[in-house]
């Protein structure tokens, strides 16, 4: 392993000492398996003990900003349920439901959709044990079921909403030397962790990227997210339903986008493993491209503030500003203006749904454009 940047510092956090053995013993590790032991370690995972959400967490997210954004994506779920003639049992899946309150604002928008509710069986899919009780706490009266994984869901219609999921899920980064490929790697020196190259290889699997990358370039790969998507699309094409995910990124990954937030601030990723939460941009066209292979139709990629405009978000913010005055009313009008202006959470947040080949993709979305989306590659 080459080394290509470390902090120089001593693992200091008990995580960190036990990675820093593992190292020793048995070599360097994929930035996959650092994220992971990092976010999700039984003992001293990032999600394992800890609310990372809200003031003072680590990080925000769309639904903890405005209960709009929940009614609104849970309203369009509720609508391709009905453009799909309205099946009488579904599954609303969630994977990665934080604190509960998308599910909990979805249920409450969708509770006036006849025959909705009654139709539902809500299905929460999460890893840490303490968002666990938190999720209990705010849905308990809607009776969820937990899973440990996306493949323990009951196979019927699916109905499904991902947000700041995919961006948790492990990558992997290589950097392209010649026409070949270089992993990069943690690894170890004078008992600091380091970021280092492993020996450049020829890659199959990155074939494709010769051709909209030069070398020095980094790409990022995340195998668990399009395996997730593509069995999602499978029970999709195969019982109906949809899916929205929502996150950072764009259509194809290009750049080194592994970063490490802690207390709302940027910090260095290996400078403190277990205490800080780490995340990588979303690459939305290989999950699309997962989920056609699967059978199911895949949207255009839309940007976060165009779906909520679409939605409908500015009339329900005119209602939900009814009646309030002074530092509420800046704060809703602030929240409108961070969830969908270009300049906040409007564009760096891109959706894309997932819907059955024979029934529209879900409203707000368009669906996919082939041209449009190959010009994202030249
Ligand atoms: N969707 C929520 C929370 C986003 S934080 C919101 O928008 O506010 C990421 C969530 O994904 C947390 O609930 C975390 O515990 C969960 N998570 C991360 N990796 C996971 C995995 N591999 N399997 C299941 N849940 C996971």
């Given at each position: 392993m080459v080394r290509v940047a470390g902090t120089g510092r001593a693992a200091v956090t008990p995580l960190g000492h036990l990675i820093a053995r593992r190292i020793a013993a048995t070599g360097p590790m994929t930035l996959a398996d650092f994220m992971a032991t990092c976010l999700l370690?039984?003992?001293?995972?990032?999600?394992?003990?800890?609310?990372?959400?809200?003031?003072?967490?680590?990080f925000t997210t769309a639904p903890e900003i405005s209960q709009m954004f929940g009614e609104l994506i849970g309203l369009a779920l509720a609508q391709a349920w009905r453009d799909q003639g309205a099946p009488a049992r579904i599954v609303l899946a969630e994977p990665g439901p934080g604190r509960g309150t998308l599910m909990a604002d979805m249920l409450r928008a969708t509770a006036?959709?006849?025959g909705f509710a009654a139709a539902v069986g809500v299905h929460l899919v999460e890893a840490s044990p303490a968002l666990r009780a938190v999720q209990a706490a705010r849905l308990g009266a809607h009776a969820p079921h937990w899973h440990d994984?996306?493949?323990d869901l009951p196979e019927g219609p699916l109905f499904l909403v991902a947000n700041?999921?995919?961006?948790a899920l492990p990558i992997r980064q290589f950097v392209r030397v010649g026409n070949e490929w270089a992993e990069r790697q943690v690894g170890l020196a004078d008992g600091a962790l380091i970021l280092g190259l492993a020996p450049p290889m020829p890659l199959a699997a990155l074939a494709h990227r010769l051709a909209d990358t030069r070398p020095g370039d980094v790409v990022e790969t995340c195998a668990p997210a399009e395996a997730m998507v593509a069995e999602i699309a499978r029970r999709i094409a195969a019982h109906g339903g949809a899916a929205i995910f929502i996150d950072y990124g764009g259509a194809t990954s290009l750049g080194d986008t592994f970063q490490a937030l802690r207390a709302h601030a940027p910090c260095d990723?290996?400078?403190?493993p277990g205490e800080a939460d780490l995340t990588a941009h979303v690459a939305f066209a290989p999950l699309a491209a997962a989920a056609r292979a699967a059978g199911a139709g895949a949207s255009a990629l839309t940007a976060q503030g165009v779906l909520l405009e679409r939605l409908g978000i500015t009339e329900r913010a005119r209602v939900l500003a009814r009646g309030q005055t002074g530092a509420g009313l800046a704060s809703h009008i602030a929240a409108h203006r961070r969830l969908t202006h270009p300049q906040e959470m409007g564009n760096l947040f891109q959706a894309l749904a997932i819907h059955p080949l024979g029934a529209p993709p879900p409203p707000g979305f368009d669906p996919d454009q082939p041209k449009a989306a190959n010009a994202h590659h030249a």
């Amino acid at each position: 392993m080459v080394r290509v940047a470390g902090t120089g510092r001593a693992a200091v956090t008990p995580l960190g000492h036990l990675i820093a053995r593992r190292i020793a013993a048995t070599g360097p590790m994929t930035l996959a398996d650092f994220m992971a032991t990092c976010l999700l370690h039984p003992e001293h995972g990032y999600y394992t003990n800890r609310d990372p959400l809200g003031a003072a967490g680590d990080f925000t997210t769309a639904p903890e900003i405005s209960q709009m954004f929940g009614e609104l994506i849970g309203l369009a779920l509720a609508q391709a349920w009905r453009d799909q003639g309205a099946p009488a049992r579904i599954v609303l899946a969630e994977p990665g439901p934080g604190r509960g309150t998308l599910m909990a604002d979805m249920l409450r928008a969708t509770a006036r959709v006849p025959g909705f509710a009654a139709a539902v069986g809500v299905h929460l899919v999460e890893a840490s044990p303490a968002l666990r009780a938190v999720q209990a706490a705010r849905l308990g009266a809607h009776a969820p079921h937990w899973h440990d994984s996306l493949a323990d869901l009951p196979e019927g219609p699916l109905f499904l909403v991902a947000n700041e999921f995919f961006d948790a899920l492990p990558i992997r980064q290589f950097v392209r030397v010649g026409n070949e490929w270089a992993e990069r790697q943690v690894g170890l020196a004078d008992g600091a962790l380091i970021l280092g190259l492993a020996p450049p290889m020829p890659l199959a699997a990155l074939a494709h990227r010769l051709a909209d990358t030069r070398p020095g370039d980094v790409v990022e790969t995340c195998a668990p997210a399009e395996a997730m998507v593509a069995e999602i699309a499978r029970r999709i094409a195969a019982h109906g339903g949809a899916a929205i995910f929502i996150d950072y990124g764009g259509a194809t990954s290009l750049g080194d986008t592994f970063q490490a937030l802690r207390a709302h601030a940027p910090c260095d990723p290996l400078a403190a493993p277990g205490e800080a939460d780490l995340t990588a941009h979303v690459a939305f066209a290989p999950l699309a491209a997962a989920a056609r292979a699967a059978g199911a139709g895949a949207s255009a990629l839309t940007a976060q503030g165009v779906l909520l405009e679409r939605l409908g978000i500015t009339e329900r913010a005119r209602v939900l500003a009814r009646g309030q005055t002074g530092a509420g009313l800046a704060s809703h009008i602030a929240a409108h203006r961070r969830l969908t202006h270009p300049q906040e959470m409007g564009n760096l947040f891109q959706a894309l749904a997932i819907h059955p080949l024979g029934a529209p993709p879900p409203p707000g979305f368009d669906p996919d454009q082939p041209k449009a989306a190959n010009a994202h590659h030249a």
